[in-house]
């Protein structure tokens, strides 16, 4: 045997379609996350993160199409290198010649191969790190809204620490009242003037009603913006909580494009790692085939590497003309 019969019953071509189809799927939730827009500077943050990878993802989309372009070339010497393998018209040396060229190329192919490979996985890496990061937000928010970077969250503390001034200025205002009434009261040329202060002072707080001059309008002026601030608080509590399920409801979205574009990123990945397990294959092969002396393969087997890589000059074009449209839908495009 020559080395480039397929033995193993495997197909060494890649499959350039569903490359295309799992890149055009990720380019489109590229750009779904690039419509996302929210004041929250932790989601915007985000954002601004995906934004990089999607530019990262486009040099890497046109790398791959470069790529692509050098593979449908080479599939096309490797059809060439098949039917001179079949032809007896050309020598043994010659036949030596080209398949050291065939190889090399080979090897060329699978070092750039492995390198957007390499380009590929640190992005998905990039996007798995905002994901998580992103859910656990979220879970934060949830347990407490006030985590968030909210202009709610400032106003609702405000509010509070107003409410709290308010608190001690009605205390404050309420007991001094207490004390003037109280001193009013046994004060006065009644008997068991003293007995009656306890209980009529508790029904004066218990009322609200402090009327013992100024310190009395102090009092009754604090308690009523104290009350004013607890229904303002109870108003944006109510409000914090909306602006946070809408939020949540965001990252959930945003998620959901990352979940899909991390998917397709897998697909590619894998179809990386078959392109370059295909090529290291194939090396393997033409370095056997060399160190057969250059031994002639069967007609069968020249015309299985024909029709393999046949294909894989078709496909090339079709991933091609997929991506650039993809691109193009996307806003994405880079002249050429």
Not at 30 to 42: G, K, R, T, V, Y
Not at 67 to 87: I, P
Not at 195 to 212: Q, R
Request: with cysteine.
């Amino acid at each position: 045997m020559t080395g480039l019969e397929d033995t193993d019953g495997n197909n060494d071509t890649p499959n350039m379609q569903s490359l295309g189809n799992a890149m055009s799927k990720a380019v489109k939730e590229f750009a779904q996350c690039s419509l996302l827009e929210n004041e929250n500077s932790f989601v915007t943050q985000k954002i601004r993160e995906i934004k990089e990878q999607s530019v990262k993802f486009q040099e890497y989309a046109n790398e791959s199409i470069d790529q692509s372009d050098k593979l449908s070339k080479y599939a096309e010497e490797v059809v060439v290198f098949a039917v001179a393998c079949a032809d007896p018209s050309f020598t043994k040396e010659e036949l030596i010649d080209f398949l050291k060229l065939t190889l090399e190329e080979a090897k060329k192919n699978k070092a750039k191969t492995e390198e957007l490979k390499a380009n590929i996985s640190d992005i998905m890496t990039k996007l798995v790190n905002v994901q998580n990061e992103s859910v656990q937000y979220s879970n934060d928010i949830q347990v407490n809204a006030r985590a968030m970077n909210s202009s709610v969250v400032n106003e609702l503390e405000n509010r509070e620490f107003e409410q709290k001034l308010l608190r001690t200025a009605y205390k404050v205002g309420a007991g001094a009242a207490i004390l003037g009434t109280t001193a009013s009261i046994i004060a006065a040329p009644l008997t068991g003037g003293a007995s009656l202060a306890i209980p009529l002072i508790e029904s004066i707080v218990e009322g609200g009603l402090i009327m013992a001059g100024a310190t009395g309008v102090i009092a009754i002026g604090s308690k009523y913006a104290y009350n004013n601030r607890n229904n303002e608080i109870n108003a944006l509590n109510r409000q914090l909580i909306i602006e946070r399920d809408e939020l949540i409801t965001q990252i959930c979205s945003l998620n959901g494009n990352l979940s899909s574009i991390i998917h397709e990123s897998c697909d590619i990945l894998n179809f990386w790692d078959e392109q370059i397990t295909s090529l290291n294959d194939l090396i393997v092969k033409l370095e056997r085939f060399d160190g057969n002396n250059g031994e002639r393969p069967s007609r069968l087997v020249t015309l299985t590497i024909q029709k393999k890589w046949n294909n894989v000059s078709r496909e090339c074009k079709d991933y091609n003309r997929t991506m650039r449209a993809a691109l193009q839908v996307s806003n994405m495009v880079t002249s050429e």
